[in-house]
């Protein structure tokens, strides 16, 4: 019984020896993978993160005017495994330390990440095309020079007939 009593007086001296939250601040520990940024200017719409996704929480869709691609990130499905930071290419998902995820039920719709992957016109033909990230062509090529430059301003069918010397349908670049 006295052991007890000493085991009990002892902590109420010390205090509490758990973190304060949801009252107070509370550390993330270094390398928690918490809640999902997404950055629409690096993003290739290569659709990895979408395809890697655990819980199915990452969606890919066309805006209905058509003028990108929508990302959208469903943080009540994530599992939060970091598979789609890892096989990004150009790194425009990472997992945050914010892993504060409560929310109210009537607020569960509207616990999302958004994010718009705007197209741009080809410079030769104007069709719609995702732009190059400027990361991809620096993980890819390093010094990215000017005829890189001026390839990554064309679509993919224009870039194939500007670069395949045996075609018979080669065209200008404006």
Not at 25 to 42: C, E, I, Q, T, Y
Not at 61 to 77: A, I, Q, Y
Request: glycine share 8%.
């Amino acid at each position: 019984m006295f052991s007890f009593i000493k085991i009990v007086l002892r902590n109420l001296i010390r205090g509490p020896s758990t973190e304060p939250y949801p009252f107070g601040k509370a550390s993330a520990p270094k390398g928690l993978r918490g809640k999902v940024k997404f950055d629409a200017h690096n993003c290739v719409a290569c659709r990895m993160c979408e395809h890697v996704c655990a819980g199915g929480a990452i969606q890919f869709s066309e805006v209905p005017d058509k003028r990108g691609l929508k990302f959208t990130l469903w943080h009540n499905t994530c599992a939060f495994c970091g598979l789609c930071e890892y096989y990004c290419p150009t790194k425009a998902i990472h997992l945050t330390g914010d892993y504060h995820t409560a929310h109210l039920q009537k607020d569960k719709y509207g616990y999302v990440e958004t994010g718009l992957v705007k197209y741009q016109p080809c410079a030769n033909c104007g069709t719609p095309m995702v732009p190059v990230s400027p990361r991809l062509l620096s993980l890819a090529y390093g010094q990215v020079n000017g005829d890189i430059a001026r390839l990554t301003h064309l679509c993919s069918e224009c870039r194939r007939q500007i670069c395949d010397p045996v075609s018979s349908n080669r065209s200008e670049v404006k």
